[in-house]
């Protein structure tokens, strides 16, 4: 059974399952059919196989280009040197293209992004695949990274549309594992073409390109939007900022009035059923429109859009983002060093590995990623489930950042046992068996730190995962740009002890953010609440 119940707007504490096993619906559904809460399972199901579909693709597009490396060595002499520069702008690409498209899903709803996102990633792919000099192979890389940015927030805000938060560790591990496919079955697939000589590494970006056509035509007609305005439906009011959607004429009458700048609120009851929505259910072709404009948006949007992009930029004062930023950026740093060492190292010997062969050594990697998203999806919701049993009902967001403890351990135990394998020549399993470590760590950690910011802000997801990409895709850049230096500087063994610290370092970042993170939330309770005002008001 379940029941409706407020929660507090700074997600503080939550009533999750109390004695009698009754579950707080959180956020609250609505009896709007528009709703995507109220949507029956297949619509909510099939919408989060769409958005896992583009996840897992866009992971695997950005992680692709360096298993072509040898073939455009070989054919154009482009350095491996270069090809580090690219992985590195790929990282700028991800970061801040997700921070320029974070205003549009709240603006002209969720649909548009994800159609502007693939056509970037045609763009970039064909780029790649007529490569021609250095130039060429960096600023592809540029487009294929902004194709991911909807892959990066706007997935996971897409996500929570649907989904009630007692699901959320779930599904941001379903969100996990389809970034796991794509980051390290991406390599694989396109180890196979590298080693096809009737294809070659030109048609890993051609491959990429008859994807990217066929997902747009997907998305623009099986992709519905699922911008609800969820609090004014519930509120009983339609929000309507005064000069939107309105006449010339009236907005010129009221634009002296010293009280146009702030929202009008009407009262839905004296509208009729098609005018609130709230009977009539939209038609196919309102709910795969390419623009939903917001109740509030103003004209084209144009000083809103940049508003609310300055604005964005306070979430880094929240420290809750600066930690998830933290534990995925730290994944994105150790990605570089392992694949870079498969890269340059299996091809000689003692190994003498194909394309296809290094290929597969991704596939351990997502063996231990899979596990990972199921300790950190499903078993975390179960956990804390638990958890708040034991806290008279009552859930807390750090109840789920016990979990990542065994896995500061585990962790940084597969880069130990990475570097030092392949330093010392070693062969089947050890070097294997700790890159099932690295994905265990790499599902885990992504996983839970994600579900922990949306626990601590449940109405700010997309502005929280937008922080927590620019941090994550930043570490990345850094530390691909350096990683090649690092390596030539040092053994491999001494490489990877150290990275192994490092991720037992910012693995143990969890400690302090258990102790000090439910206040750290009261001290940003009312810096919260007027982030949401400002968003849900005036922009």
């Known amino acids: 059974m379940e029941r409706e119940e407020e929660r507090p707007l700074n997600g503080t504490e939550t009533i999750f399952p109390a004695e009698n096993g009754e579950i707080t619906l959180i956020p609250t559904p609505t009896n709007s059919p528009d709703d995507p809460l109220n949507w029956s399972t297949w619509r909510r199901y099939w919408h989060a196989f769409l958005i896992l579909l583009i996840v897992a693709f866009t992971a695997a597009t950005s992680n692709d280009a360096g298993t072509a490396g040898n073939g455009m060595n070989a054919e154009l002499g482009i350095s491996w040197d270069a090809i580090n520069v690219a992985a590195g702008v790929l990282f700028v690409g991800i970061g801040y293209c997700t921070l320029l498209l974070s205003p549009a899903p709240f603006l002209y709803g969720r649909r548009i992004s994800y159609l502007l996102c693939i056509l970037f990633s045609m763009i970039g792919s064909i780029w790649f695949a007529r490569v021609q000099s250095v130039e060429d192979n ?3 890389q540029l487009f294929v990274g902004a194709s991911e940015s909807c892959a990066e927030a706007l997935a996971q805000q897409s996500l929570s549309d649907i989904f009630f938060q007692h699901h959320r560790g779930l599904v941001l591990g379903f969100y996990i594992l389809a970034t796991s496919i794509g980051t390290f079955m991406g390599p694989l697939v396109a180890g196979f ?15 990429a390109v008859i994807i990217s056509g066929a997902m747009f035509i997907l998305f623009y007609f099986g992709l519905e939007e699922t911008y609800f305005d969820r609090k004014s439906v519930l509120q009983g009011l339609d929000v309507r900022p005064q000069g939107a959607h309105r006449s010339s004429e009236h907005h010129s009458e009221k634009s002296n009035s010293q009280d146009n700048t702030g929202p009008v609120l009407v009262n839905s009851s004296s509208m009729t059923d098609e005018e609130s929505g709230q009977k009539k259910g939209k038609t196919y072709w309102q709910r795969i429109a390419l623009i939903t404009p917001a109740p509030t948006l103003i004209g084209t949007g144009f000083k809103q859009y940049f508003l609310r992009m300055w604005y964005t930029l306070r979430i880094f004062s929240f420290p809750a983002v600066i930690y998830s930023g933290l534990q995925w950026g730290a994944q994105d740093a150790w990605l570089t060093f392992y694949l870079t060492v498969e890269e340059d190292n299996y091809y000689e010997a003692p190994w003498f590995y194909t394309d296809a062969a290094v290929g597969i050594m991704n596939v351990p990697t997502l063996i231990g990623a899979c596990i990972g998203c199921i300790y950190g999806g499903w078993f975390s919701d179960f956990f804390v489930t638990w958890m708040a049993k ?38 089947w399993p050890l070097p294997y068996l700790g890159l099932g470590f690295i994905g265990f760590g790499w599902g885990c950690a992504g996983d839970l730190s994600m579900a922990y910011l949306q626990d601590a802000y449940p109405d700010m997801v997309l502005e929280g995962m937008v922080g927590v990409s620019v941090i994550n895709n930043t570490i990345g850049c850094i530390f691909t740009f350096s990683a090649q ?28 953010m258990i102790y000090w993170g439910k206040k750290c939330r009261r001290l940003t309770q009312k810096r919260y609440e007027n982030f949401l005002r400002l968003r849900d008001g005036h922009l």
């Open 138 to 140: 960096i600023w592809n």
């Open 390 to 427: 034991r806290n008279h009902g009552i859930f807390e967001a750090e109840q789920r950042l016990w979990l990542l403890f065994p896995v500061a351990f585990i962790g940084p135990a597969g880069l130990m046992l990475f570097g030092i394998g392949s330093d010392k020549g070693w062969n």
């Open 485 to 512: 230096y690092w390596l030539d500087a040092q053994t491999l063994s001494q490489v990877f002890i150290a990275l192994g610290v490092l991720s037992w370092a910012s693995l143990m970042t969890t400690a302090p």
């Open 193 to 207: 073409i590298t080693d096809d000589d009737n294809l070659g590494w030109r048609w890993v970006g051609w491959l």
